[in-house]
């Protein structure tokens, strides 16, 4: 008995090594499609740092009319962090999904948009980058391949209420993206045990919806979450 508690608690302080010193985010798989019925729910806190890797799926006809949402919660003043990366793929080079954040007081919608908000909500659309111009990129160590960074919103939101992050594709090419939520590294043994469960399956690009064997040249730049 007292053999397999040392082995658990070996087990358990590599894995808490592991996840402190590789400066991940906790991962998360797009298992059933995020909608407004159903969306992707930060059970803790918006401002750890999770990484979802989801995909904004295409139809038969090779379109994309997904929108991916986000749901989270906040009682008081809170730092929020939003960021989405798109891998450095070929046949991503001009993927460019939206990210957009609706709840209470925001500013209300200066241009139509692809779905409807509630009548006391408003909505930030974070920039994109504009296609066919350079896009930044780096290296993930965690999931060792490069990402082409997207928009971001780091500010803090005081209104308490529920908020929406909204991602989707205006061109309808749809693809593969990662909605990276928060950004304070906070381990708790279930988001380790994730990380254990995900990280294997990414390094082999198993999240991926297409062939990404064919890389473009790596930048080897670590990543920065606080732009």
């Not at 990484?51 to 906040?74: H, K, N, P």
């Not at 007081?105 to 948009?113: N, S, Y």
């Not at 350079?134 to 960074?149: C, I």
Request: hydrophobic letters at 35%; charged letters at 25%.
């Amino acid at each position: 008995m007292t053999k397999h508690i040392l082995k658990l608690v070996l087990l358990i302080t590599t894995i808490t090594l592991v996840a402190t010193q590789s400066r991940a985010h906790v991962p998360y798989f797009e298992h059933h499609d995020f909608s407004e019925k159903q969306p992707f729910s930060v059970d803790y806190s918006i401002e750890q740092s999770l990484a979802i890797y989801a995909w904004l799926e295409r139809d038969d006809l090779g379109r994309s009319q997904d929108i991916d949402v986000y749901a989270f919660r906040i009682d008081g003043p809170t730092n929020v962090y939003l960021e989405l990366l798109v891998p450095v793929c070929k046949g991503y080079e001009n993927f460019l999904p939206k990210l957009a954040l609706v709840g209470p007081g925001l500013p209300t919608p200066a241009a139509p948009i692809p779905f409807e908000i509630a009548p006391d909500y408003g909505i930030v659309m974070i920039q994109s980058p504009k296609p066919d111009q350079p896009r930044d990129t780096f290296y993930e160590v965690f999931g060792g391949k490069s990402y082409y960074k997207g928009p971001y919103f780091d500010e803090q939101i005081v209104i308490p209420g529920t908020y929406y992050v909204y991602v989707w594709d205006p061109d309808r090419k749809g693809g593969d993206y990662v909605a990276v939520l928060g950004k304070e590294e906070i381990w708790r043994l279930r988001d380790i045990i994730q990380a254990f469960r995900y990280t294997p399956q990414i390094r082999l690009d198993l999240e991926l919806h297409l062939d990404c064997s064919d890389d473009f040249d790596d930048m080897h730049e670590p990543l920065d979450v606080n732009r």
